[in-house]
């Protein structure tokens, strides 16, 4: 059955509203939201009240899941969440908000940056779907940016001179852009770079995207600074509003968006004030870079 999807998006983003996430899929149902999310990029859920364990089995249907092992400040004995998610909320394993000034709150504060998830690692994320069991009472928006459109939108000499590029990709690098730098050697050591190529093509649609994050911290070959300043160059014509759907959160939505496809960012909310979102991630298919 082909899936009735909203466009709701300047150029992209679908709502999604006849099907049942708590319910296995029949397999035409499976390969509806991904020629959905192949079209929209970003598919939107809204109201859905899932539990971690219904939450987990949707995502499984879709394709294999990526760990969130390592990936972020908190210790091992400090998750909150089982490693099949990724923890995006401002909480602690008590389910207390982060002090102001903690360590692992300002690393992941680093969301707020225009990113892809997992850029940092060499097989990076497909789809990531996040899942909103309690919001704050203003702020805390997600935006979505379109690389595909974004790409479409570059001059002739531009869309030449991104062909071929590679670049280095840490989450030093975009948390050494909020001047968050005292790391220890392990986390240097765990952080360290992975190239990516800064053109993709879609698998299925061939259609051509620009792969920006704020991790991307140089361009191989090419001197730091000039790398950067063209990154940040890239990074501001690709995420003008034209190209950006912000979503405001209800408690239940859940958002799917394709990081191949996509930048995203969150927006500041209140620092006492509880927002428990909990994200579950589709594994890549494999490096970009050959
Ligand atoms: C994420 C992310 C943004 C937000 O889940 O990968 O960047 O608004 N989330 O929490
Ligand atoms: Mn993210």
């Not at 692992?104 to 069991?133: C, E, M, V």
């Amino acid at each position: 059955m082909a899936l009735k999807i909203k466009q709701i998006g300047p150029c992209f983003v679908g709502e999604v509203n006849d099907i049942d996430l708590t319910k296995p899929l029949l397999a035409d149902d499976v390969a509806a939201v991904h020629t959905g999310m192949d079209e929209y990029a970003v598919l939107v859920f809204r109201g859905r009240k899932l539990d971690n364990d219904q939450h987990l089995a949707f995502t499984r249907q879709l394709g294999p899941i990526e760990q969130a092992i390592g990936t972020s400040l908190r210790a091992a004995t400090d998750y909150r969440l089982t490693t099949d998610f990724a923890d995006v909320s401002n909480l602690d394993k008590e389910e207390k908000p982060f002090a102001r000034d903690d360590r692992r709150r300002l690393f992941a504060i680093g969301n707020q940056l225009w990113h892809s998830d997992s850029s940092f690692k060499a097989t990076p994320a497909k789809y990531s779907l996040l899942h909103a069991h309690s919001i704050p009472s203003k702020g805390g928006n997600t935006e979505f940016a379109d690389m595909r459109a974004a790409y479409d939108a570059l001059d002739d000499d531009m869309k030449r001179q991104v062909e071929g590029l590679i670049c280095e990709h840490s989450q030093l690098y975009s948390r050494g852009k909020i001047g968050f730098s005292d790391f220890t050697d392990e986390e240097r050591e765990r952080f360290k770079s992975v190239r990516q190529v800064l053109l993709r093509t879609h698998p299925v649609t061939g259609r051509k995207s620009l792969y920006l994050s704020s991790h991307a911290g140089s361009i191989q070959g090419w001197p730091v600074p000039e790398a950067n300043i063209f990154l940040q160059n890239l990074l501001e014509h690709a995420t003008q509003r034209r190209f950006v759907y912000a979503h405001e959160w209800r408690v239940g939505d859940l958002l799917m968006w394709d990081n191949r496809q996509t930048m995203h960012r969150a927006r500041p909310f209140p620092v006492e004030e509880r927002r428990d979102m909990r994200r579950t991630t589709l594994a890549g298919d494999g490096p970009t870079v050959p």
